[in-house]
DNA sequence: CTTGTCTGCCCC
DNA sequence: ATTCTGC
DNA sequence: GCAGAATGGGCAGACAAG
């Protein structure tokens, strides 16, 4: 497996194939399936990095006593290699001395969701601060006197993709070293926001000047976890906040993200209407408590997330037509895995597809689907369904079931066909399933409603 | 050289 | 990203 | 409530095939 990884350039597939056939012909049947999974990286066994953990405390205590110490090291220093070595040598006293360090991505710290604002209030209680939640990509970034290291969500080295943003650290950042934290979202030229999908063009490996040019990035701040050799992580959020505004220069691809505080819920909705104007995607609401503190690797209550589409009634759902379908994985073998799903295009009398749907069905729902849709499984496409040719379902429906579909918003699309002028389709951003409908496919969301309000954004 | 297809401890 | 489920 | 595992849209990259 070890070849099969390292072999790369032209030729090299057939190599890796070679390889894995010779390595297949060797194993028994049991062996085979399961280097298959393997391979295919499909290989699940419920047991994640959090439950060898676990594990390591019973190793070394009989018990789970250990844990909570354990994972407050790993959410500091993520790496279970390293951990299991210094607790199994030097127990917890080893453990204690791992603190946050230059150049060791920290776990982010996630929002918890509510179902209504004043929610919000109940949890945290007032004032709190309300924050605008934008649109790009999460960024820890460590300073070291010039020596800039940028991490993404998943802790990965991101510097080599975003040398504006480590210039505007070095420029405008006044502090011997620091780790700070904020969102890069692409700008225009009037410093307006661009849409997620702007930015992701910036993920590339060549032509990465051409594209700081072409696609500029600012730098949101929001948030300061170690400052000039001590670390801020246990300190409340008011005041890492106070100590990220006195080192931060603000320029026009750097700034502190837009907040305000509020005394009242009253206040958290006006921000929140105003963000949403704006083009924002919600709210990030902070607590202001004295133990506020950055909550590494977790999805605490000190930050709460608050989007349009979590208002229940208010938020938008489609009425879709399911015209095929694919074949689940792993613990979705023998069912379907997605469903492909359209809108009813009046004036051409055909269903265009505007996502595909694998999120929000119950374990019962799922096991039923091959039998809800048996009688209308057809093996060639349908006359009046348009899909992208790179669009290939494992079956394909005779328009007929209608689930009702909710998402977060409409966006442009290569892969979907539904509006599609000019190459370009939309399609809906985090799909999830609501219920089934009763209704006739003919009398399904239609093209030009998802289009107006694709407009209306 | 273009086009097609698949992948990513990918980003959301 | 969202969602569901077993513990 | 946690941990894990399903799934979404969509981007650039890396090859293979033509």
Request: proline share 3%; aromatic share 8%.
């Amino acid at each position: 497996m070890h070849k099969i990884a390292a072999a790369s350039g032209i030729g090299s597939q057939e190599v890796k194939i070679n390889i894995l056939s010779e390595l297949l012909k060797k194993a028994t049947k049991l062996e085979a399936r399961y280097i298959a999974r393997i391979v295919s990286g499909r290989i699940r066994l419920g047991l994640g990095d959090k439950t060898i953990l676990d594990s390591l405390s019973i190793a070394k205590t009989g018990s789970k006593e250990h844990r909570k110490e354990l994972d407050e090291a790993y959410h500091v220093c993520p790496d279970v290699g390293n951990i299991a070595e210094v607790y199994l040598n030097r127990g917890l006293k080893g453990l204690e001395k791992i603190d946050v360090q230059l150049n060791r991505p920290v776990q982010m710290m996630l929002c918890q969701r509510v179902a209504r604002i004043s929610e919000a209030k109940e949890k945290l209680g007032l004032p709190v601060a309300v924050e605008f939640k934008y649109d790009g990509e999460r960024i820890q970034a460590h300073k070291k006197g010039n020596d800039i290291k940028l991490y993404s969500r998943r802790l990965d080295d991101i510097t080599g993709q975003f040398p504006d943003v480590v210039e505007q650290i070095k420029k405008n950042i006044k502090a011997k070293t620091v780790i700070i934290e904020g969102e890069a979202v692409a700008v225009g030229s009037k410093g307006n926001l661009l849409p997620f999908q702007k930015l992701m063009q910036r993920k590339r490996k060549h032509k990465i000047e051409e594209y700081v040019r072409k696609i500029p990035v600012c730098l949101f701040l929001f948030d300061l976890l170690y400052l000039n050799g001590k670390s801020f992580i246990h300190m409340p959020y008011f005041q890492r906040h106070n100590a990220l505004k006195k080192i931060v220069k603000e320029t026009n691809n750097i700034r502190i993200a837009s907040r305000t505080i509020c005394r009242t819920v009253d206040c958290i909705e006006q921000f929140f209407e105003n963000i949403v104007k704006k083009g924002g995607e919600g709210v990030v609401i902070k607590s202001l408590s004295k133990d506020s503190f950055y909550e590494a690797g977790k999805r605490g209550w000190n930050w709460i997330k608050w989007k349009p589409e979590y208002a229940k009634g208010l938020r938008d759902t489609f009425d879709l037509v399911v015209v095929g379908a694919f074949f689940g994985r792993g613990r979705r073998a023998g069912t379907y895995g997605a469903l492909l799903c359209a809108a009813y295009n009046k004036v051409k009398d055909r269903f265009e597809t505007f996502c595909k749907l694998g999120s929000g069905f119950t374990d019962k729902q799922l096991k039923e689907l091959p039998e809800k849709f048996k009688r209308f499984v057809v093996k060639t496409k349908p006359a009046r369904v348009l899909i992208e040719k790179e669009m290939k379902p494992d079956v394909f429906f005779v328009p007929e079931i209608v689930v009702e579909v909710t998402g977060a918003e409409i966006t442009k699309s290569p892969n979907h066909t539904c509006a599609k002028e000019k190459g370009q389709g939309l399609a809906l951003r985090f799909p999830r399933f609501l219920r089934y409908r009763d209704k006739k496919p003919e009398d399904a969301t239609c093209v030009k409603e998802i289009l107006r309000m694709f407009k209306k954004k």
